[in-house]
């Protein structure tokens, strides 16, 4: 069974450090997401990829965040320096190309991140 | 532009009632409308989906039809359980205006008590 993995599943740290989020989407997918999730503001979408390339980082602040997909088993996103903000669960979630089979979305298990 | 509405919660149950998560979206094209569910500490995951007007997309015992005349996917479950207990997103995509990047309501929450 096919699975979005993620790591780490918890992190808590101390403002003003580096975090990053790992996730490795489903083999054979090309489209991979990240979101974050709040308890105010919901899920929101923070960066999208096809093919390894970025399409849609509108929701991701520019000066503290940056995703990468390093290659196509692996997705990255950084916050530096993380502030208490930040803390947020974050999603990861990746998909099929356009027109080659369904298109629905498949998530990650989430990384609960607590910037104290 | 897209975007959906979802009925606002939290709602509770009592077991075997009858459920209704009310959706309704704005779409520029054609889009796709799923129904996401989230069990507490999980990702989420797909619950059922429907790719054109008047389609039904079923799980679980689930169910939901796509409405195209009043723009509304809402949920529906004969009989709810306890186990059903859960945070369920409705969802837009319109894979042609803007590939597969996916528009989620804020989340109805959903408790069935025994």
């Known amino acids: 069974d096919a699975r979005v993995t993620q790591t780490p599943r918890h992190k808590v740290t101390e403002m003003g450090q580096e975090v990053t989020m790992r996730c490795q989407p489903i083999?054979?997918?090309?489209?991979v997401f990240w979101y974050r999730q709040t308890m105010m503001q919901g899920l929101e979408l923070l960066a999208y990829?096809?093919?390894?390339?970025?399409?849609?980082d509108s929701g991701m602040p520019k000066d503290r965040f940056s995703a990468e997909m390093p290659d196509a088993t692996l997705a990255t996103l950084k916050i530096q320096p993380s502030e208490p903000r930040d803390s947020a669960v974050y999603f990861c979630?990746?998909?099929?190309?356009?027109?080659?089979?369904?298109?629905?979305?498949?998530f990650g298990p989430g990384t609960r991140l607590t910037v104290t | 532009g897209n975007s959906v509405t979802q009925m606002e919660g939290p709602v509770t149950l009592s077991e075997e009632a009858f459920l209704t998560i009310n959706c309704t979206y704005t779409?520029?094209?054609?889009?796709?409308l799923f129904w996401y569910v989230q069990y507490p500490g999980e990702g989420l995951q797909l619950l059922l989906k429907a790719t054109k007007a008047d389609d039904k997309g079923s799980n679980k015992g689930f169910e939901a039809t796509y409405r195209k005349e009043t723009t509304s996917f809402h949920l529906e479950k004969g009989s709810v359980q306890v186990s059903d207990s859960a945070v369920y997103f409705c969802a837009l995509s319109d894979l042609v205006a803007t590939g597969n990047q996916f528009y989620f309501g804020t989340g109805t929450s959903l408790t069935v008590i025994p």
């Open positions: 979630a990746s998909g099929f190309p356009p027109g080659q089979g369904s298109y629905e979305q498949y």
């Open positions: 990829f096809r093919n390894r390339a970025p399409l849609d």
């Open positions: 779409a520029t094209g054609y889009p796709s």
């Open positions: 083999l054979g997918h090309n489209t």
